[in-house]
């Protein structure tokens, strides 16, 4: 997995403290981006998907958040890497530029995946004039945050 960088111990990326994956590469380019670092896909190092979870695993915070640049750009591993972190007890939520009807109507098995298994989705690029800086956990009023259905 191409990943800008892992942020331990967050309190802003989701609820209680969490792992953070910035994953490297984001086609939306919305303007006032807070990390337009993150938009080269060839950005960032190459991470396994293991790797990453030993890394979880062993910091032991509450929940793991993806985020980037933008997850879904590379849906295979962001599905194992989900997955992976349900498995061990992680509460996860997944940052995107996409909506999530958008996500849906691509019928892709990862990216289903993704969504069956994560607990929260935020979705929608950031848009400036939107820009609430009382949201929590989002940056412009259009994002949305969706508690997955899960039985
Ligand atoms: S989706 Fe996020 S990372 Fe991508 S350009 Fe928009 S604000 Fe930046």
């Not at 979870?53 to 793991?64: A, C, F, N, P």
């Not at 295979?76 to 509460?91: D, P, S």
């Not at 009807?101 to 289903?112: A, C, K």
Request: aromatic share 8%; net charge negative; with cysteine.
């Amino acid at each position: 997995m191409r990943v800008l960088s892992v942020v331990e111990e967050s309190v802003v990326d989701g609820p209680g403290i969490r792992t953070v994956v910035f994953t490297a590469g984001c086609p939306h380019r919305c303007p006032g981006c807070h990390n337009p670092e993150s938009w080269n896909p060839n950005g960032g190092e190459n991470m396994s998907v293991e790797t990453l979870l030993t890394q979880i695993q062993h910091s032991g915070w509450d929940g793991v958040t993806v985020s980037g640049g933008e997850p879904f750009l590379q849906p295979r591993e962001l599905a194992a890497l989900v997955r992976g972190c349900k498995r061990i007890g992680k509460n996860v939520w997944v940052y995107t530029g996409y909506t999530l009807e958008y996500l849906e109507q691509l019928s892709d098995e990862h990216v289903t995946d993704v969504l069956n298994q994560a607990d929260v989705l935020v979705d929608g690029r950031f848009v400036e004039s939107m820009k609430d800086r009382s949201l929590r956990f989002r940056g412009s009023r259009n994002q949305r945050i969706i508690f997955l259905n899960k039985v």
